[in-house]
């Protein structure tokens, strides 16, 4: 999608600390960190909310997560714990209109406001 943030990112056009990168997803850190280890995790495919996807995309959905853990991993926070998170639409607080996965960690996150 032409005017689409973490599209540009995923072609190239603007720039992003890319984290692993493959045909089908893009992980990146994110440019305002809440905690010592906050990547985010995008589809290349263009969904713009987690209302998006359909049974097609089951595959991509299982990726998207176990890339969350293997990041989680190579940080170094899988053992002390992380945070996994999709926001949605206006009540979930989503910014950015293109699906993404936050992977939050490195410190004491507390419980979920
Ligand atoms: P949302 O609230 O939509 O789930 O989160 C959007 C996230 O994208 C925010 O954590 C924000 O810091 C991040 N973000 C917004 N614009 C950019 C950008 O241009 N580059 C990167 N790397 N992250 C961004
Ligand atoms: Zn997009």
Redesign the pocket.
């Known amino acids: 999608m032409s005017d689409c943030?973490f599209c540009k990112?995923a072609d190239g056009e603007?720039p992003?600390t890319v984290v692993f990168e493959d045909d089908e997803l893009l992980a990146?850190?994110?440019?305002?960190p809440r905690a010592p280890v906050h990547v985010?995790i995008i589809p290349k495919e263009h969904l713009s909310t987690m209302n998006d996807p359909g049974p097609e995309h089951e595959t991509l959905l299982g990726r998207m997560m176990l890339l969350a853990s293997r990041i989680a991993k190579e940080r170094g926070v899988s053992e002390g714990g992380y945070r996994v998170l999709v926001?949605c639409n206006a009540d979930g607080?989503?910014?950015?209109f293109h699906l993404?996965m936050?992977v939050i960690g490195g410190r004491r996150l507390g419980p979920m406001a």
Not at 28 to 32: A, C, G, L, P
Not at 93 to 96: A, F, I, K, L, S
């Open positions: 943030i990112i603007i992003a990146f850190e994110d440019v305002n985010l926001n607080g989503q910014e950015v993404h936050h």
